[in-house]
């Protein structure tokens, strides 16, 4: 099995399975992080950075969504790469929060992409609010709500296939 992993935390939360699959000869482990001192036995580890950092000008809500779409733009070039150099993965597996698998499902239609979401903010019941220090405005719920930007347009899968079209 080809197995596609990113995490810009390498390996993050897929360091059992990633570590397993490794030292298994009929499984191919490709994983795209920006880490760079660490190594597991039997994974391909590609590395990649941003090309630039987030603009001053941009809105202080999208932010963490301009990183995140900075970080999607250089995973999906690594990706192409790699379909273009024949690996089609047989399943993804990625963390959402920074981004990274955005634009994964327009390089690899035809792949599972397996999403870690590991928070969704909210104003109430989670982690706002309880802490004196970081009191409730009126630009909270907002900039909550902008936080969850990736979250919601990943849950669209269906592939544009932009990114294969005009290669």
Request: with cysteine; net charge neutral; hydrophobic share 40%.
């Amino acid at each position: 099995m080809k197995v596609l992993c990113v995490h810009q935390n390498f390996p993050g939360q897929y360091l059992h399975l990633a570590r397993y699959l490794g030292t298994q000869s009929e499984h191919q482990v490709v994983f795209i992080t920006q880490r760079q001192d660490v190594e597991l036995p039997g994974v391909r580890k590609i590395v990649y950075k941003p090309r630039r950092t987030i603009s001053p000008q941009v809105h202080h809500y999208l932010r963490e969504s301009e990183a995140a779409v900075l970080n999607a733009q250089e995973v999906a070039r690594i990706a192409l790469d790699l379909r273009k150099a024949g690996f089609i993965p047989d399943v993804m597996l990625g963390h959402n929060g920074w981004g990274e698998i955005w634009y994964l499902k327009d390089i690899f239609p035809e792949a599972p992409l397996i999403g870690y979401f590991e928070f969704f903010y909210r104003m109430l019941g989670a982690d706002v609010g309880f802490d004196p220090a970081d009191p409730i405005t009126p630009d909270t719920a907002p900039r909550l709500r902008t936080k969850n930007l990736g979250h919601l347009f990943t849950h669209d899968t269906e592939p544009t296939r932009v990114w294969r079209e005009s290669q």
